[in-house]
């Protein structure tokens, strides 16, 4: 996010949430506390609390009304103002934005876009390389000391990265999408090493998602139907390991849920699923100019002759695709 894309949603709307809660003002009034109520339903601000402006090591922050999963303690800091700062949500369609004129100025208010609690006010003054500060009341968010059950991470590689990202980031409940390597024997691999076809490594994507509003069975059917997962070492013309079909699992439950997915959709491939399982272990980041590939550069010839045709065709198949939990185990 950007102020740029702050402006945008205000002149042209703001994003869908990723989903609705709608409770009537006395609903609120049983589940809230006083001061709770006044700051989310009301539009009230809480007095400066700098203790509350203190970093813990790890955790997210939801809507104190509704859970809705809005920052990642990894953009807070301390703006010095006495209120909560972030950087970034944890992703665009959580909050929603409109401009507030009560003070006799011009500010940005920034609201919870499931239940339009009121958050704050977002500034073009913060960090690097957002350059965003959400100034956000203490009270109407709550802190979560661990992000299990709220941001879950996938690390997937079939094909050129610059296609998967593209891909998995058009889908609702992914945070973020990160490429880079892994499965290899040497640290730290750069792109000239990994396309050489001798460190071991595989181009990967790591994906952040909330698990609340996609599954990880989900995502794992979504890499299996969006690339070939029947070729070994190869996606169309782009040959060798580094672009084999792999997932790399987080733990036995991962592991099981991709064994039940390649399990259900191998039926529908006329070759056997070759797609390689093994644990992760460390994935290594690719080079700053990798991230966001296809939105920095749409008009060049790989990216307008196989990614663009590519998420052209997902996004006609995508209500094909089941995006539930299921249970395919005996």
């Not at 093994?278 to 002759?305: G, R, S």
Request: glycine letters at 8%; one cysteine or more.
């Amino acid at each position: 996010m950007t102020w740029n894309d702050i402006l945008q949603y205000l002149t042209n709307g703001n994003p869908s949430p990723p989903k609705i809660v709608d409770r009537t003002n006395e609903e609120w009034k049983k589940i809230l506390t006083p001061e709770q109520y006044y700051i989310t339903r009301e539009k009230g601000t809480e007095q400066p609390i700098y203790d509350s402006c203190a970093k813990p090591e790890k955790g997210c922050y939801t809507c104190v009304c509704c859970g809705n999963l809005l920052f990642d303690v990894k953009e807070k800091f301390n703006s010095g103002q006495g209120w909560p700062s972030f950087s970034q949500p944890v992703i665009k369609n959580c909050i929603s934005y409109h401009i507030d004129n009560s003070l006799g100025m011009e500010r940005v208010e920034v609201d919870c876009n499931v239940c339009n609690a009121h958050l704050g006010h977002v500034f073009p003054d913060g960090p690097m390389p957002s350059g965003l500060r959400y100034c956000i009341n203490s009270i109407a968010i709550k802190y979560h000391a661990s992000s299990k059950g709220f941001i879950e991470t996938a690390i997937f590689g079939g094909g050129c990265f610059w296609c998967t990202e593209a891909i998995f980031k058009k889908i609702n409940g992914v945070i973020s999408v990160e490429p880079g390597y892994a499965g290899g024997f040497i640290p730290a691999p750069t792109y000239s090493e990994v396309c050489n076809g001798n460190t071991g490594h595989a181009e990967v994507i790591k994906i952040t998602y909330e698990p609340s509003l996609i599954d990880y069975k989900s995502l794992v059917r979504i890499h299996l139907s969006t690339h070939d997962p029947t070729t070994p070492n190869s996606q169309g013309n782009d040959v060798g390991t580094q672009y084999r079909s792999i997932i790399f699992y987080n733990g036995e439950k991962q592991k099981k849920e991709a064994i039940e997915e390649i399990n259900h959709l191998a039926g529908i491939y006329e070759y056997p699923i070759i797609t390689q399982l093994e644990p992760i272990t460390k994935f290594y980041p690719a080079e700053n100019y990798h991230k966001d590939y296809f939105e920095k550069h749409p008009n060049e010839p790989y990216c307008k002759l196989i990614i663009s045709p590519k998420i052209k065709k997902f996004e006609q198949v995508i209500d094909t695709i089941p995006i539930t939990t299921e249970d395919y185990s005996d």
